[in-house]
């Protein structure tokens, strides 16, 4: 009798649209959780603090993180899909690790920002971040270099951030 449940080995190489799909859903999904601190600090608090001179508009933010969270969902994907390798499984298991310690850290972000209001706590995290964002993309690129040249534009807008977060930092 054949199975109908899919192991995460198998989808890669058996269905590769759909388990892209699945990655990049997942990264935007739990990328899109850290909202809901943003939307917090937003009513309560973001309004009332200095803003830097090159602080873009608030709208530009949802669809920048919407196009790096679908980045990193592709470059989850590209090494996701190497696991089935003898070879490369080794790699790709500590990339994916990674880049959940990575990921948690960028929610961390939201929360210590926006959550908790603090631009201190903020530019600390950012900092981190900055170093796990350079970390994922060398583990990334021992297994897949396109994944981690999918991670470039993320690690420049997170760089703009950290800049920002600093001059909010200067100015408040």
Known sequence: MASIGVTARELPHERP????????L???????????FTAQG???????IRRPALA???????????????LMGVA???VWR???SPRAEHRARVALAVFAVHFVVNLGWSAAFFGLQSVDLGLTVIIVLLALILLTMWAFDRVDRRAALLLVP?????????????????LN
């Open 42 to 48: 937003l009513a309560s608090w973001y309004g009332t």
């Open 26 to 36: 997942v990264v935007e999904v739990v990328g899109a959780s850290g909202a809901v």
């Open 76 to 78: 989850v994907w590209l």
């Open 154 to 170: 993320y690690l420049l807008w997170t760089t703009f951030a950290a800049y920002l977060n600093y001059r909010f930092w200067v």
């Open 56 to 70: 873009p508009p608030d709208w530009v933010f949802g669809p920048v993180w919407t196009t790096l969270f679908a």
């Open 17 to 24: 649209r759909l388990s892209l799909v699945l990655a990049v």
């Open 82 to 84: 190497r696991l089935s």
